[in-house]
C-alpha cells in the first residue's frame, strides 16, 4: 500500500502576488509527484483552499488537476480544514466532491445520547478505512473530539486511517505552546496511520495506543517565519510500512538575520550590505530579518531599497523584510511586539484580558472566546457573496463562538 498525505495546502494565501502563484505551483507539483510515484490514493488533511470559496483562477487550476488525478485511478480522500470550513455550508469541497473528484471521509451519524458514530470509507484497491474529523477555526472543533463514539473504529480489524485537522497537545513544539490543542486520548485508538494537518509542523510521532501520527506541514510556507525556518514545504508518502518526507522545492530559500546591537541605520545598511553580497540569489526568496536596537535614526532609514534592487539585479526572485523585532530608543516606550499579527493580538490580550471582573467568565475563558472571535471576525468577505449573506455568516459564527441562540 502506498499513499501520499499532504495537508495545509492554502491555495491562495499569500497576498503578493508571485507567492501567491508559488502556493498554486506547490499543490501541483505535489500531485504530479504523487502520480509519478504511482500512489494508490491521496490524503489531504484538511485547507486545501485558504478559504472556503476560493478565486476562480484557483479553483480552476486545481480542479483541473483533481480530474488529471482521477483519470489516473488515484482516490484523493479529504476532510475540511479550519480555512475550508463554512458556517453557512458554502464551500467549494462539496461541489467537487459531487462532482466525483474527492471524498470527503468525514461520515456518519448521531446517536440518541448525542454521541458521534464515524463510518469508514473503503478504499477500493487497498481495502484501506479511512474516517476522520474536519477542523474549524478558533478549535471549534474539539466539541466533535469530546463527542466521538471511538468503539467501532477501535473495534475494526484492518489498516485503518483517521484523518484530523487540529493541534495535538502532546506533539506541539515549545513555540506554540499557546496554541489551543487536543489531548491525543480524543482520538479513537487502534488505527494504523493518523493523518493529521492544521499545525505547521514536520512531524511524525508514536504515542501510546497511537502509531503513526503525522504532521506534514505546509506544502508551502504561509509567513515570513515558516520560510526562514521550514525554508520549503513538503508531504509524507508512505509505502508498506515505510515513511518519507518528500520535500517540495520551487525556489531557494535565503535568509540575512542581522542584529543591531545599539548600532546607528547606516551601519546596519553596511552590515546588511556585506551579508547579501555572501549569499546565492539566483532565482532565490529572501528573507532579511533585522532586530535589536538602533542607535542613531529610524528604521526607515535603513537602506532596504538599495538592498532589494541590488538583490533582484542578481536574480532573486522575491525579496521580503521584517523589522517587527527591531527597535529605536524613540521606541521604547512601546510594550507589545511580535513575530506576526497573530502574536501581537496575542500579547495584547494576556497584558489585558482579566481586567473586566466577572464570576462567571475566567480570565482563561476570557482570552480564548478573545481569541476565537478575532479569528471569526478576521473573516474575509469571499469573491461572489452578497453582503447579506456575509453578514449572516459572520454573525452565525460569532453566535457559535458564544454559545447563544440566534
Not at 504530479?32 to 479553483?59: C, H, M, R, W, Y
Not at 495535538?168 to 496511520?193: G, R, T, V
Request: charged letters at 25%; aromatic letters at 8%; hydrophobic letters at 40%.
Amino acid at each position: 500500500m502506498k499513499f501520499s498525505h499532504l495537508a495545509d495546502c492554502h491555495i491562495g494565501s499569500w497576498r503578493e502576488e508571485k507567492l501567491n502563484n508559488l502556493s498554486t505551483q506547490a499543490f501541483l507539483k505535489a500531485m504530479d509527484i504523487s502520480i509519478e510515484k504511482q500512489v494508490d490514493f491521496i490524503l489531504i488533511a484538511g485547507d486545501i483552499f485558504n478559504t472556503s470559496l476560493p478565486a476562480i483562477e484557483k479553483l480552476k487550476a486545481a480542479t483541473k488537476k483533481f480530474k488529471e488525478v482521477q483519470e489516473k485511478g488515484i482516490p484523493i480522500y479529504i476532510i475540511p480544514g479550519s480555512h475550508d470550513f463554512s458556517a453557512t455550508g458554502k464551500t467549494m469541497l462539496d461541489v467537487l466532491e459531487h462532482a466525483g473528484l474527492l471524498i470527503n471521509v468525514m461520515k456518519g451519524t448521531v446517536t440518541e445520547q448525542n454521541k458521534i458514530q464515524l463510518k469508514f470509507t473503503i478504499d477500493k484497491k487497498t481495502g484501506a478505512k479511512i474516517t476522520g474529523i474536519l477542523g474549524r477555526k478558533g478549535s471549534l472543533e474539539r466539541k466533535y473530539y469530546e463527542a466521538i463514539d471511538p468503539t467501532n473504529i477501535e473495534q475494526e480489524s484492518g489498516f485503518k486511517i483517521f484523518l484530523f485537522h487540529s493541534a495535538i497537545a502532546e506533539l506541539k513544539p515549545k513555540e506554540l505552546e499557546k496554541m489551543e490543542a487536543q489531548p491525543i486520548s480524543f482520538l479513537p485508538k487502534n488505527c494504523d496511520y493518523y493523518a493529521g494537518g492544521h499545525v505547521h509542523i514536520v512531524k511524525q510521532a508514536n504515542i501510546d495506543g497511537y502509531k503513526n501520527v503525522v504532521y506534514p506541514g505546509p506544502l508551502f510556507p504561509n509567513s515570513f517565519s515558516e520560510l526562514e525556518k521550514l525554508k520549503n514545504g513538503g508531504f509524507y508518502m508512505y509505502d508498506n510500512g515505510m515513511l518519507e518526507y518528500i520535500p517540495v522545492v520551487l525556489h531557494p530559500i535565503q535568509s540575512i538575520t542581522i542584529e543591531a546591537k545599539e548600532e546607528s541605520a547606516a551601519a546596519i545598511s553596511s552590515k546588511l550590505r556585506m551579508e547579501i553580497e555572501k549569499i546565492n540569489t539566483k532565482n532565490a526568496i529572501v528573507t532579511i530579518r533585522i532586530m535589536g536596537e538602533l542607535s542613531e535614526g529610524k528604521i526607515s532609514d535603513i537602506d532596504f531599497k538599495g538592498a532589494k534592487e541590488f538583490l533582484e539585479q542578481q536574480g532573486a526572485f522575491f525579496v521580503m523584510k521584517s523589522t517587527t523585532q527591531l527597535k529605536t530608543r524613540e521606541m521604547e516606550h512601546i510594550k507589545v511586539q511580535g513575530e506576526n499579527t497573530a502574536e501581537i493580538e496575542q500579547r495584547v490580550m494576556e497584558e489585558h484580558i482579566g481586567q473586566f471582573q466577572s464570576e462567571f467568565l475566567s480570565k482563561e475563558m476570557q482570552q480564548k472566546w478573545a481569541a476565537q472571535l478575532l479569528a471569526t471576525l478576521n473573516t474575509e468577505k469571499q469573491e461572489g457573496e452578497r453582503v447579506i449573506d456575509f453578514e449572516n455568516r459572520i454573525r452565525k459564527e460569532v453566535h457559535e463562538v458564544l454559545n447563544l441562540e440566534l
